[in-house]
């Protein structure tokens, strides 16, 4: 982001007001990420009781009341074209509802030239029974990730997400817990400041895997902050839009509390395709590996021999560390990086160990 652009933007405030209008103050292509949780404009049919008789917290407040569904469909249009004029090229939004309204926003998603890249399913591991018994237990909301376009390249910390899931593919179906205990946010007199706070859970991991620090993520409905919360401990920046100025009050009460973490503690795990590309012939330029060297695979029965360009060679061949390493086992590809090793101390050490100095040099 230039700098010229980043000093029109309101970095780290909450805006009071409708937020399609205020939206329409924020210069065009300025923000990395949206994440929107808009009124689910719920259908609801008179007051819930629990069996004990003692009424149901519902979410019941004029905010969520937009109206039929055209009133609803005219709301969500504007709010969704604000979000994609002032989101980058590469930005992305997230979105989240429940049955109510999401189909609804998905389509207009669609309809405006939003890409989804996912429906994400937050499957609620605590959720509110159903009192009536009249339908299944609602244990789920959906979450849309889309980009701007279908040619944006949209940020992705695929390897961070694969580290949070310890070592194993983040899938679309996340178990977590809804907002409850000390991170529920109260009013003085002890109810919930906010009937649908979600839970700093969530929004780490959607800012963990589609943001990078230093980003500005928009929230057009901020409520008590929870994004924003979470922005400033992952050493994000946010902008927050709310019309409900208690609610805005509370926000800024508590993002002000926060204390980020250190930029050092903010890195995560990349991937290996986000990493500079180091051709193996800058390894033999360096010196790391030299004309004439063998290299081995793990097991050292198969051989090739370093030549001066880069190329290696084994019997019948010469090419890439990625060619004649598929050559020698009669296979249609190799990642000849972590095929071949060269023998360093008496054992056998992956040549991709001698990228990683190259690449952290690059760094230093």
């Not at 178990?175 to 919930?192: F, M, Y």
């Not at 980003?215 to 994000?236: H, I, Y």
């Not at 990625?322 to 023998?343: E, K, L, M």
């Given at each position: 982001?230039?700098?010229a652009?980043?000093?029109q ?7 009071q ?9 924020l210069p065009d292509?300025?923000?990395?990420l949206v994440f929107?949780d808009?009124p689910?404009n719920l259908?609801l049919g008179?007051?819930?009781h629990?069996?004990?008789?003692s009424?149901?917290d519902a979410v019941?407040?004029d905010?969520?009341?937009?109206g039929?569904?055209d009133?609803?469909?005219?709301f969500s249009?504007?709010?969704l ?8 090229p590469?930005?992305?939004?997230w ?10 926003v998905g ?8 890409w ?5 399913i937050w499957r609620?591991s605590n959720?509110m029974?159903?009192?009536k018994?009249?339908?299944?237990t609602?244990?789920h909301?959906?979450l849309?990730?889309a ?6 390249k949209p940020?992705?910390n695929y390897?961070?997400m694969k580290a949070l899931?310890?070592g ?5 179906d996340w178990?977590l817990?809804?907002?409850?205990g ?15 706070q979600k839970?700093e859970?969530l929004?780490?991991?959607v800012l963990?895997a589609?943001?990078?620090p230093g980003d500005v993520?928009?929230?057009?409905f901020f409520g ?7 922005a400033r401990?992952?050493g994000r920046?946010?902008?927050?839009i709310?019309?409900d100025p208690t609610y ?10 926060i ?9 995560v ?5 986000a990493?500079p590309?180091v ?5 033999v ?8 060297d063998?290299l ?17 060679t ?5 090419g ?11 296979a249609?590809s190799?990642n000849g ?8 101390a ?7 160990v001698?990228r ?9």
């Amino acid at each position: 982001m230039s700098g010229a652009i980043k000093d029109q933007l309101p970095i780290d405030q909450i805006l009071q007001g409708d937020c399609a209008e205020v939206m329409k103050s924020l210069p065009d292509e300025s923000v990395d990420l949206v994440f929107a949780d808009p009124p689910y404009n719920l259908q609801l049919g008179g007051d819930l009781h629990r069996p004990d008789n003692s009424k149901v917290d519902a979410v019941d407040n004029d905010w969520d009341q937009i109206g039929d569904f055209d009133a609803y469909d005219l709301f969500s249009c504007a709010w969704l074209e604000e979000a994609r004029r002032v989101l980058k090229p590469n930005g992305a939004l997230w979105t989240i509802g429940s049955y109510h309204n999401i189909f609804r926003v998905g389509s207009f998603l669609q309809d405006m030239g939003f890409w989804i890249l996912n429906d994400v399913i937050w499957r609620k591991s605590n959720p509110m029974p159903n009192f009536k018994g009249t339908r299944f237990t609602n244990a789920h909301e959906t979450l849309i990730w889309a980009s701007k376009t279908k040619d944006a390249k949209p940020t992705f910390n695929y390897a961070a997400m694969k580290a949070l899931n310890d070592g194993v593919q983040m899938r679309s179906d996340w178990t977590l817990p809804i907002c409850a205990g000390g991170e529920r946010l109260k009013t003085a007199e002890g109810k919930k400041a906010h009937p649908t706070q979600k839970p700093e859970s969530l929004l780490h991991r959607v800012l963990l895997a589609t943001s990078n620090p230093g980003d500005v993520v928009l929230d057009p409905f901020f409520g008590t902050g929870t994004t924003g919360a979470v922005a400033r401990k992952l050493g994000r920046h946010f902008i927050g839009i709310e019309a409900d100025p208690t609610y805005a009050a509370t926000a800024q009460k508590r993002i002000d509390a926060i204390n980020p973490a250190d930029k050092a503690a903010l890195s995560v795990t990349q991937s290996k395709r986000a990493l500079p590309r180091v051709a193996f012939g800058s390894l033999v330029e360096s010196g790391l590996v030299k004309p004439g060297d063998t290299l081995y695979c793990s097991q050292g029965r198969r051989t090739a021999q370093v030549r001066a360009d880069g190329t290696i060679t084994a019997p019948g061949i010469a090419g890439s560390i990625h060619q004649v390493g598929a050559h020698v086992q009669n296979a249609p590809s190799c990642n000849g990086w972590t095929f071949w090793h060269i023998r360093q101390a008496g054992t056998l050490a992956p040549i991709d160990v001698l990228r990683a100095r190259v690449r952290a040099e690059m760094d230093a």
